[in-house]
C-alpha cells in the first residue's frame, strides 16, 4: 500500500519540477518510475528465513547435539536438529542461542535420550524459540532441561526425565508452553519455575499423563 502511494506522488512531485515538461515520459518521470520499482520489490518481496537441518546420530557426520552450530544470540536464523536414536546417551554441555530452534527424534517411537550435566543451570537457554519434543533425558535431580530470557520462548512436550531435574529453570519469557512431560524422579528445586524477569505467558498442561506437577 505505501509503495502504490508513493507510486502516484513522487512522478507527480518530479514532473513539478522540470522546467519544460509536465509529461510522464519525461527522464525525471522515468527516474522516478525506475525508483518505486525498486522500492516497490523491497517492500513486497522480503525473504523468509530459511531452515538449516542437521541430523545427529551416531552414524551421522554430525554426532553430537555439541558439535552443532546454534544461532547467534541476535539471530532468528531456523533450526531444526534431528535426532537418530542412539543406546548411548546424547552428552549435552550449556548452549546458549537465539533463532527459532526445534529438535526433534528422527522416529517418535524411538526416543533418543539426553545426558544433561547436574549444574542446576540450564542446559539449553533459549533467547528467542525453541520447541523440543518427544525425547528422554538423564543426568539426576540438579539437571535443567531449558531456560529463557524476558525474549525467549519454549515449547517442551512429550518429554520423559527418566531420574528427576528441572524441565524449565525461567529468567522471564514471552511464551512457555508445556505439555504432557513426565518427571520420574524429583527435581533440586522445582520442575518448572522462573526467577528475576516477567514470565509473559505460560502454560502447563499434563492431562494426558498420570505425573503430578512438582
Known sequence: MTAQILRRLIPRFFDSHAPNSRSASSPRAQRSTAIMDGLEARCLFTAAPATTVVHVGPTQAIKSLDAVKWPANSSHAKLDIILDYSATP???????????????????????????????????????????????????NKGILTG?????????????????????????????????????????????????????????????TKVPVQ
Open 90 to 140: 546424547y552428552s549435552v554441555a550449556h548452549h546458549g542461542f537465539g533463532g527459532d530452534v526445534t529438535i526433534e527424534p528422527a522416529n517418535p517411537n524411538m526416543q533418543p535420550t539426553l545426558k544433561l550435566a547436574p549444574t542446576n543451570y540450564p542446559t539449553l537457554y533459549s533467547n528467542y524459540k525453541l520447541y523440543i519434543h518427544n525425547i528422554k533425558t538423564v543426568g539426576g
Open 148 to 208: 529463557t530470557n524476558t525474549g525467549g520462548s519454549v515449547d517442551v512436550e512429550h518429554v520423559t526425565m527418566t531420574d528427576g531435574g528441572a524441565i524449565w529453570r525461567g529468567q522471564g519469557c514471552v511464551n512457555a508452553i508445556f505439555k504432557d512431560n513426565d518427571d520420574l524422579g524429583m527435581a533440586y528445586d522445582y520442575v518448572y519455575s522462573n526467577f528475576t524477569g516477567i514470565a509473559q505467558n505460560v502454560l502447563i498442561d499434563n492431562s494426558n
